[in-house]
């Protein structure tokens, strides 16, 4: 038996190619790693593909459950999407290029993997990360790297393996668990080491999301999160407001109210989750979408829904169309609308 | 008698990874041996969840697309 053999490993597994590598690396030393995965509610694991039509040959798996399964280790999934809206709404760090408040999000996800419930339970010796320096813009700049290890309180229990060369060494470093010989120097955007790597790992079909794995780096899903912050006049929502912001078109022609138009069969049944909870309107003389509205429309935003919603309906060239408004309270009424044309619908109104 | 029990889990609704969640939450109260019986309406359920059996040693007995819904089948493991 090794000296390794009863150190264990808490591995933040995000889906990515960097984690699972960091994680692996770990494992060839001889350390017993578990890993760890958070669901915010911003995720995009499968989520968009699962709810819309043209994504269905797309194969819907979870990334992280995939790195697990590749690196044969079992995967905790710990719902932090309550806690999570603290550091989403009031970054200490800031946000990034969006409303990605990357830095912040890192220290809280390492924290949980040192401090939650599950690593009391199994007493972790230390974190493991896929972090590199400069790989991104936010989290990962050298300067940020002993901020993550400090504020997040795992000190140097947090061991980023693929660029540990081009840090001081760790806990685990300086006590032999692991080898600093056997890790790595990564750094900056280049590629091509993690590939050589995976390709040495024999790791193949790994995902590289461009964005990360975060909705909030997507620039036309934190405009619609910003605006949904703004019309609601007050910095809070809830998991179905944000996985709503995931589905159809969202267009605001007033402050009063917004539209979710399912843009396919697959969102059109999403939506139908929520038609007891929303003011809905539904097709009836023709094919088209479902639509939540949100807000508190008067009646004559109604009728204005009603005409935007024809207008992506099939009816969208008929002089009239009718169209099903079913209240929150199962109140219901049939109405004929008059479709409006592309010109009389202006582009600020799309969110 | 091996006491084993019998569960069900309505994750119909939620996309992934809550159904995953929710059956992490409850494998975490259901001993060897105990049935799960899930139904969803998010298609990844059938490869997320017996990923998620998999990786944990749970083995998953059925899964089945029925009416727009999935139902999966899986008994607790020993892991």
Not at chain 1, 62 to 75: D, K, R, S, V, Y
């Amino acid at each position: 038996m090794t000296p390794n053999a009863k150190r264990k490993a808490v591995a933040l597994i995000s889906g990515g190619l960097d984690s699972m590598l960091a994680a692996k690396v770990i494992m060839e030393q001889g350390i017993d790693v578990h890993g760890v995965n958070f669901f915010t509610g911003f995720c995009v694991e499968g989520h968009t593909s699962a709810i819309r039509e043209r994504h269905k040959i797309k194969p819907k798996r979870n990334n992280a459950l995939w790195c697990a399964e590749q690196l044969g280790i079992p995967l905790h999934i710990i719902d932090i999407s309550n806690e999570y809206k603290d550091i989403v709404l009031n970054p200490k760090h800031g946000y990034g290029q969006h409303l990605n408040p990357c830095l912040d999000c890192k220290i809280f996800m390492v924290n949980q993997a040192s401090a939650s419930a599950y690593a009391a339970d199994h007493g972790f010796d230390f974190v493991v990360t896929g972090e590199v320096i400069g790989q991104r813009p936010k989290s990962q700049r050298r300067e940020a790297m002993p901020v993550i290890a400090r504020e997040s309180g795992a000190g140097d229990r947090l061991l980023r393996p693929l660029c540990a060369l081009n840090l001081e060494p760790t806990l685990p470093e300086r006590e032999g668990w692991v080898d600093r010989a056997r890790l790595f120097g990564f750094h900056g955007r280049d590629r091509k080491p993690q590939i050589e790597l995976a390709k040495h790992f024999g790791f193949e079909d790994f995902a590289q999301p461009a964005g990360g794995c975060c909705f909030l780096t997507d620039k036309y899903y934190s405009a619609k999160f910003a605006d949904l912050l703004r019309a609601r006049g007050k910095r809070d929502y809830e998991l179905d407001d944000i996985m709503l912001l995931k589905v159809g078109r969202h267009m605001r022609p007033t402050d009063r109210f917004k539209l979710i138009i399912g843009r396919d069969q697959g969102e059109n049944k999403y939506l139908l989750g929520y038609q007891k909870r929303f003011l809905n309107l539904r097709m009836v003389s023709h094919e088209g979408p479902l639509t939540l509205i949100d807000g508190a429309p008067n009646d004559q935003d109604i009728e204005l829904a009603m005409r935007i919603v024809a207008r992506y309906s099939q009816g969208r060239n008929a002089d009239q169309v009718e169209m099903k408004v079913t209240w929150p309270d199962r109140q219901e009424r049939l109405v004929r609308v008059v479709p409006l044309t592309p010109t009389e619908i202006p582009d600020e109104w799309h969110v | 008698m091996n006491g084993m029990s019998k569960h069900s889990l309505d994750a119909r609704g939620l996309l992934c990874p809550i159904p995953v969640i929710r059956a992490q939450e409850l494998a975490r109260t259901l001993t060897a041996g105990d049935l799960v019986e899930l139904v969803a309406t998010d298609p990844g359920v059938m490869h997320d969840v017996p990923a998620w059996c998999r990786v944990h040693g749970h083995d998953v007995i059925t899964s089945k697309e029925q009416d727009d819904e999935y139902l999966i089948q899986f008994k607790i493991g020993t892991g």
